[in-house]
């Protein structure tokens, strides 16, 4: 079965620019999260849905971040207007329980790494 | 909230050896986490458990509850195992319940 997708693997714009970031989950999963990770900070948590509701979106920096979940099986993060500190790695993770990050195994994806010159 | 400390933060060790990584957290917990990632590479869930003790393979990890401590070993340490080991610690609740450790950079040199 193949395991959670991301895309694109790398992604470099410039100031100003929209940037949307996809995840396709594992099939079966009914939680599915949003991680960004930096050297500074390592991985924080930005948004999660569980059933493709939005439980928590308490991490997410600010407004310029949005993610939805339409159905089961695809999220989009999105960043408009970019700027470069949003540059990192951006994780997208799902696991087959509803309900927190850390209650199940957590089943990620390879990551979408983010420059924002 | 949960503050969960990883020693030691950096590791070089020859191929062969017998490799321990700790982790401590201050709030009790429901379950622990350990994550591997490979340099520029996607992050693996190692292992959940919520005490005793659980083995992959080369890995094994240990968890006190009492002591609030897990420990991850690996044995016949490997130049593949190189990677970032990131334990995450689980309190439950809601967004806030996982706290990451900051990761200990495993470097195993032939």
């Known amino acids: 079965d193949a395991g959670v997708i991301q895309s694109p693997r790398h992604e470099v714009t410039e100031m100003g620019q929209e940037v949307t970031l996809r995840c396709k989950p594992i099939s079966g999963h009914n939680s599915l999260f949003w991680y960004r990770q930096t050297m500074m900070r390592g991985l924080e948590l930005l948004i999660y849905?569980?059933?493709?509701?939005?439980?928590?979106d308490s991490g997410m920096p600010e407004d310029r971040f949005s993610a939805k979940m339409p159905n089961a099986s695809f999220s989009t993060l999105k960043i408009q207007p970019s700027e470069p500190r949003d540059s990192a790695v951006y994780f997208c993770a799902s696991n087959p329980l509803a309900g927190p990050p850390g209650g199940g195994e957590l089943f990620f994806g390879e990551g979408s790494r983010l420059t924002v010159l | 909230k949960n503050e969960v400390e990883q020693s030691p933060q950096n590791l070089t060790a020859q191929e062969g050896e017998f490799i321990t990584i700790n982790c401590s957290y201050s709030?009790?917990?429901?379950?622990l986490h350990w994550l591997q990632q490979h340099p520029g590479g996607g992050i693996v869930s190692l292992f959940m458990l919520s005490s005793g003790k659980k083995k992959h393979g080369r890995l094994i990890a240990t968890i006190n509850i009492q002591e609030k401590h897990s420990s991850l070993h690996i044995t016949a340490s490997h130049p593949r195992d190189s990677a970032v080991y990131i334990c995450?610690?689980?309190?439950?609740?809601?967004?806030?319940?996982?706290?990451f450790g900051k990761g200990t950079h495993l470097i195993i040199q032939p």
């Open positions: 995450a610690a689980y309190s439950g609740g809601g967004a806030d319940g996982l706290t």
């Open positions: 849905f569980n059933n493709n509701v939005p439980i928590d």
């Open positions: 709030v009790g917990i429901s379950a």
